[in-house]
């Protein structure tokens, strides 16, 4: 199906892009990647009346790493990311970029525009509510920064107001005997996951847990932080009997409903194995060690 017709605008600034959501009210949509937006308007589920294409403001696609953090422009592309050797100081994030969708997806969908989508499958929610990470948001009264947990608000609903545009997110760089890992399960490359999780370790010694974030993809409204899992291995050795603790309390924390990915149940029973699997490659990692791991796809 074509999508209903539209009027198409081309910001060269982020004040105009402004200007732009201003005077063309609130059926006016930025556009960046395209990669949720346009299939959402090809099967008119959404109707905008005007589109507004950020892609072509300067500035806004480079990853940098000032001191302590790393800063990505709303406009990394997902593969921008995959490929980047600054990005790849935290492997989670790559974890994660490599992982979205097939290649054309990647080449396309930008970091800002998953964010402001704010979709409850969507991969980067979750990655980056492992870490520490802000969202710069520019509008009428200039920049604010937020940080993620208070942006995203609910199921395709953030803090962003409509005449806001996502410009920057910066990622705190973890401290040292640090390791995490992003992990997902799909049926396909080109589809959401059934289920994801994001672990980031601080391991003291090779053994004992200092601090641990959790968090679950695809399994509620939002991604969740699991923080009776992350108290399962705070302060303890990461034994097999508390990483499986951790694991019972992920799926206690999971509220995932029964869709074409899967029923319930089975949901939570795959969450409680993706925790498992990211917390053994986070521990892995925080002791230096080199490891591949991603999204893994049905019948491989
Ligand atoms: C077949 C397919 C499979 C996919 N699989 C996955 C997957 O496995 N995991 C995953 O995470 N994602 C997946 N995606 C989604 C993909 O990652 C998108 O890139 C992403 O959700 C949106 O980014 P975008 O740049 O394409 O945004 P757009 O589609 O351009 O915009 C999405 C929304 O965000 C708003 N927006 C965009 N940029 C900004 C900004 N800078 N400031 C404020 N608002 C903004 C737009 O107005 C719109 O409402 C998939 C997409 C497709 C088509």
Redo the contacts with the bound molecule.
């Keep these: 199906m074509y999508a209903a017709p539209f009027s198409y605008h081309r910001a060269a600034s982020l004040a105009e892009a402004v200007k732009l959501l201003q005077e063309l009210g609130e059926d006016a ?12 308007m090809k099967m008119r589920m ?1 109707r ?1 009346t005007a589109l507004i294409d ?1 892609n072509f403001i300067p500035g ?1 696609n480079e990853i940098q790493s000032p001191k302590g953090e790393l800063r990505f422009g ?2 990394s ?2 593969s921008d990311i995959e490929n980047s050797t600054v990005a790849a100081e935290i492997p989670l994030i790559h974890d ?1 970029a490599a ?4 290649v ?3 080449n ?10 704010a ?1 409850p ?4 929610v979750t990655a980056l509510l492992a870490l520490e990470t802000t969202v710069d ?1 520019f509008g009428p009264a200039g920049q604010r920064t937020v940080t993620l947990e208070s942006f995203i608000k609910d199921a395709f609903t953030t803090d ?1 107001a409509h005449d ?4 920057g997110v910066h990622v705190k760089k973890p401290p040292k005997s640090s390791g995490g890992a992003h992990v ?1 399960f ?1 049926r396909s490359a ?4 059934t289920v994801s999780a994001a672990v980031q370790l601080t391991l003291e010694g090779k053994e004992l847990c200092k601090e641990a974030r959790i968090v679950l993809g695809c399994v509620g409204l939002t991604a969740i932080r699991a923080k009776e899992a992350e108290a399962e291995l705070r302060g303890k050795p990461l034994n097999e009997k508390n990483v499986q603790a951790a694991a019972e309390a992920a799926r206690g924390a999971a509220d995932p409903q029964s869709d074409m990915r899967g029923s319930a149940e089975y949901k939570r029973l795959m969450i409680a194995t993706m925790v498992k699997r990211a917390i053994r490659i986070a521990a892995r990692r925080a002791t230096g060690e080199h490891v591949e791991a991603g ?1 893994e796809y049905a019948g491989r």
């Design positions: 949509r930025l556009i960046a990647g395209g990669q949720s937006l346009i299939p959402l959404t905008p950020i806004l709303a406009l592309r997902h994660c992982g979205i969708a097939d054309q997806v990647r396309q969908g930008t970091i800002g525009g998953s964010l402001a989508e979709d499958s969507g991969d980067w948001c962003l806001e545009v996502v410009t997902a799909k080109p589809v959401y996951p999204h």
